[in-house]
């Protein structure tokens, strides 16, 4: 079966248009495989499908963003959308981690270039590794190369940077597409079930109750960025 035909199946599965896909779970060979260009394999109006049936699972799931294969497609695909309201500064680990919004975009063949050498240290969980949450180093400012699907279906090329959450959301959307899940990447003896990690609010309780060695012990009170 070619990946035009795998894609088709998939989408095919849903009773109804509006129905989201099913997110496969760790241990499903197409989490582990390397994702293939997407460009000139897939026409633009099935990618357009595609991408309709991505947002509508990544916002029902809820989460920020959903590679294909997640969905089970071995795809070079994501979507991203982090529709985060601050709450005018009363969080401050939304201000310590610089969440901004971010719209939602549907890129191919994507490549991030990490750019400086500040690590921000933050919990991460994955849509397909429900319920489950470990600590992860990610590079505090990336620049993001790809084509960019626009809802027109119309493709075009972007090179731009990105800081703080929205780095980290297109880090991880990035892992996926070389076989790699966040917890594989995360803290060694980080990793817990979700409802665990709000007693570790500060990192410095983790390093201390959890027993966690390297880089993270080096983050003072408070503190969620080396380098």
């Known amino acids: 079966m070619d990946i035009t035909q795998l894609t088709r199946k998939i989408l095919d599965r849903r009773e109804r248009r509006e129905d989201p896909l099913r997110i496969v779970q760790a241990g ?9 260009s997407a460009l000139e394999r897939v026409d633009v109006e099935l990618l357009l499908e595609l991408a309709e049936a991505m947002t509508i699972t990544m916002r029902d799931a809820p989460g920020v963003g959903l590679a294909a294969p997640q969905v089970g497609l071995p795809l070079r695909f994501y979507v991203v959308e982090d529709s985060f309201v601050s709450d005018e500064g009363e969080d401050p680990d939304d201000d310590l981690l610089e969440r901004r919004p971010l ?14 050498t500040e690590r921000v240290y933050a919990f991460e969980g994955c849509l397909s ?5 470990s600590i ?7 620049r993001l190369h790809a084509t960019e699907l626009l809802e ?17 959301i297109f880090q991880h959307e990035t892992d996926h597409l070389a076989g790699t899940l966040c917890h594989d990447v995360a803290v060694p003896r980080s990793f817990m079930d979700a409802d665990y990690a709000g007693h570790y609010a500060d990192l410095g309780d983790a390093v201390r109750r ?18």
């Open 129 to 133: 590794v429900d319920g489950w949450q």
């Open 210 to 227: 959890l027993g966690l060695t390297g880089e993270i012990v080096e983050l003072g009170e408070g503190e969620v960025v080396i380098g």
């Open 152 to 168: 027109d279906g119309s493709l075009q090329q972007i090179e731009e940077e990105h800081v703080g959450w929205t780095a980290r």
């Open 28 to 36: 499903h060979p197409a989490l582990r495989r390397r994702a293939v």
């Open 103 to 116: 719209a939602l975009r549907f890129l191919l063949d994507p490549v991030i270039e990490p750019l400086g």
């Open 136 to 142: 992860v180093p990610r590079s505090r400012r990336v």
